[in-house]
């Protein structure tokens, strides 16, 4: 029945994704997948694709959309959740919405405010009253219907519409679609409508980049065993050791894609749905880690670095750390690499060359010295970095969604702490402190290893608290006019002052990776293994010396719906590297968010392939995000990469397996799609590389047909 709706044009699918998903927080990667694999699914049921991306009601909406939505294809974009702003009223309804690469694409927000109207004289009158644009354009939206609960529009609905087609003293009301919307709004408005630069910040429910950790955790550990599973079987393939696991690899994807639905990742659906979540989670993660083991056994055995970047770390092998090297994008043996800079410990200062890191009675962290940069100090006098706060956290409306600016005003701090040298070099040093925090008990671990500057902090809680939010605090020695934050395919850069309503209102902001404050020549990046919430600002110590503080919210125990959110153990991980810029703040993010896989041998000089990377790029500033075999079965491989820095640049694409030729597609893996024209990067390719010309933050996708013997 719906097919036949659907082909006599009386139901229009709207989306394109598999999930309304949450807007912020799910990977780069995953919001591709999100519009491929539902574009695909409209397709193949619905006989079309959707023409537009429809998310009403997600939580904000990251800057790099307008570029995903536009290469899979899409032509408007329309959401409504900006409506529930606490602090500033969103100035447009109906505009152009720019990413962080320059795309635009057709947004519209219905000025009635509901995404559920019953098409009453009030949402009406609401929605003609408080039209921006009114005068420049006449035409609005309003989403009608029980949506929420899925009943859709009543008769009662479409009568009071037949009524109100052409009624005095009423605006017009014409039932269409979506799609008959914007087309006649481009044509009446789009040459001289208004444009938004950067992301669609939601001024409410900042709370959900925390809420239900055990989701934030177990998505980014998805996201991270599907990347490795993708990389490592494709190397399978490619090398003739064995099949592409078609099945496995599209379900995990769609449950992965399905849990990222908009109040399941954020934490913010009843108890029982995030107990029925975490079990779900538990064997998508058992399967994927099975499915990863196995790629890597074909292969020989050895290290996975599915990063895009070249690893020098410190890895255990049977107990015994090693430092080892392992290409970008590769799996099999690493090289031993010889100790250069050996970790030293006096008392509870720890050092490696690179940097001196020295922990206060309760595990924080009282100095830290850059000496790559001159014996540069990271800290301001008399503040701490790693310093963990418990704050009270009862913000005034929604318990699970909203997490308020007071909150961070009073804080208890660690109580009885003891701390202690677990481990002492030279290629790894350990410092161990235990103490209570509230009503929770924890164990806070700082690891300072060999050949890196990162200073590695682990949280260890057994959290047992009621309205109370757990944040790490790092104060840094500089006058940041702005942060940097990765996001989806690239960063965005925040101020870091409160001059106006709309930066005050941003008191809690999403980053994924990692999060950079500097100033000119210096700068330091505090990055993260899955902690999604942070917030940024300036103040001044007793002296005057300049402070950029930026915090990581770790966890919240809100009593709505779901009493016991987050109460037993928890793992948090994140690091500091002083003297990074956004180059080594990438890689480092990578190097936390996405852990290396597999074992190292017993003893040097393993029967394991020595590892060499299965596509890499030859400058910097392009980050290759993911390497896998094309969907529609054709055994071609398709390599997706972006430019990272913001900048253009021309860069070179080398596969370590034979191509037959390299073409360029749009997200959905078509060649000949309208969504490329005017943006195609390959320039030329030689028979052995593929030669791009990337503008700022441009995601390009490549299909790769190989060559067979």
């Not at 639905?261 to 934490?267: A, C, E």
């Not at 006019?481 to 925040?494: K, T």
């Not at 694409?653 to 749009?666: H, I, K, M, Y």
Request: charged share 25%.
């Amino acid at each position: 029945r719906i097919r036949k709706a659907v082909a006599a044009g009386t139901w229009e699918p709207v989306g394109g994704q598999w999930v309304e998903a949450d807007g912020v927080m799910p990977g780069g990667e995953s919001l591709v997948r999100q519009l491929l694999h539902g574009q695909r699914f409209f397709e193949g049921e619905l006989g079309r694709r959707c023409d537009g991306v429809w998310l009403p009601d997600s939580f904000g909406y990251t800057a790099a959309y307008p570029q995903i939505a536009k290469l899979a294809g899409a032509q408007w974009f329309l959401t409504q959740k900006l409506s529930w702003n606490d602090t500033n009223t969103f100035p447009h309804h109906t505009f152009w919405w720019e990413g962080i690469d320059g795309t635009r694409v057709l947004t519209h927000f219905p000025p009635a405010d509901t995404y559920e109207s019953k098409l009453g004289g009030a949402d009406l009158h609401r929605s003609a009253r408080q039209l921006a644009e009114k005068g420049r354009s006449r035409r609005a939206l309003v989403p009608f219907g029980y949506g929420d609960g899925g009943g859709g529009p009543t008769r009662e609905m479409l009568e009071r519409a037949r009524r109100l087609r052409s009624l005095e003293g009423s605006p017009r009301v014409r039932v269409g679609t979506a799609q008959s919307f914007f087309d006649e709004v481009r044509e009446e408005y789009a040459a001289s409508a208004p444009v938004w630069a950067g992301e669609l910040y939601l001024e409410l429910h900042r709370g959900t980049l925390t809420s239900q950790r055990a989701m934030k955790v177990a998505n980014r550990g998805c996201e991270t065993l599907l990347r490795q599973a993708e990389l490592a079987w494709t190397t399978v393939v490619v090398r003739g050791l064995g099949e592409w696991p078609t099945d496995r690899l599209r379900e995990a994807w769609q449950r992965v894609l399905l849990l990222q639905f908009h109040d399941i990742l954020p934490g913010s659906a009843i108890a029982w749905v995030h107990r029925e979540a975490r079990a779900d989670y538990e064997r998508l993660t058992t399967e994927l880690v099975a499915l990863v083991d196995e790629a890597v056994e074909l292969l020989g055995g050895g290290v996975l670095n599915a990063s895009p970047f070249p690893r020098t770390e410190v890895l255990d092998a049977g107990g015994e750390p090693r430092l080892v090297h392992v290409p970008a994008s590769s799996v099999g043996a690493p090289t031993e690499v010889p100790l250069a800079h050996p970790v030293t410990v006096d008392g509870r200062t720890l050092s490696n060359g690179l940097v001196t890191v020295t922990l206060a009675d309760d595990g924080s962290i009282e100095r830290l010295v850059d000496h790559v940069h001159g014996d540069r100090e990271a800290l301001p006098a008399g503040l701490r970095a790693a310093e963990l706060r418990l704050h009270p956290d009862v913000p005034a409306r929604w318990d699970a969604w909203d997490l308020d600016r007071p909150h961070s005003r009073t804080w208890t701090s660690p109580q009885d702490p003891a701390v202690e040298l677990v481990e002492s070099g030279p290629l790894r040093a350990v410092v161990e402190a235990r103490f209570t925090i509230g009503s929770s008990a924890v164990v806070q671990r700082t690891t300072l290893a060999a050949h890196s500057p990162r200073v590695d902090v682990e949280v260890r809680v057994d959290w047992r608290e009621s309205e109370r939010a757990l944040a790490a605090y790092v104060p840094v020695a500089v006058l940041a006019p702005h942060s940097s934050a990765e996001i989806q395919f690239g960063h965005v850069r925040r101020p870091t002052h409160e001059n106006t309503s709309w930066e005050h209102a941003r008191h809690e902001v999403m980053a994924q990776r990692w999060l950079h404050v500097g100033e000119e020549g210096w700068g330091l990046a505090v990055v993260n293994e899955s902690t999604y919430g942070h917030a940024v600002r300036r103040s001044a110590t007793d002296t005057g010396e300049p402070v950029t503080t930026v915090r990581l919210t770790l966890l919240r125990s809100p009593s709505y719906p779901d009493p016991d959110t987050d109460r037993g153990e928890h793992v948090v991980r994140f690091a500091i590297v002083p003297g990074a810029d956004v180059v080594s703040a990438q890689e480092h993010g990578y190097a936390v968010g996405l852990p290396m896989s597999g074992s190292l041998p017993s003893q040097p000089g393993s029967e394991a392939r020595v590892a060499e990377p299965l596509v890499e790029v030859d400058r910097p500033g392009a980050v290759v995000e993911a390497v896998k075999l094309a969907e529609d079965g054709s055994g071609d491989v398709v390599v997706r990469l972006y430019e990272s820095l913001g900048g253009r640049r021309s860069v070179g694409l080398r596969t370590s397996f034979a191509v037959t030729s390299v073409v360029e597609t749009d997200l959905l893996e078509d060649a000949g799609s309208a969504a490329l024209a005017g943006r195609r990067a390959l320039s030329g390719w030689d028979g052995e590389v593929a030669r791009l010309d990337l503008r700022a933050f441009q995601i390009v996708t490549l299909r790769l047909a190989r060559a067979h013997e």
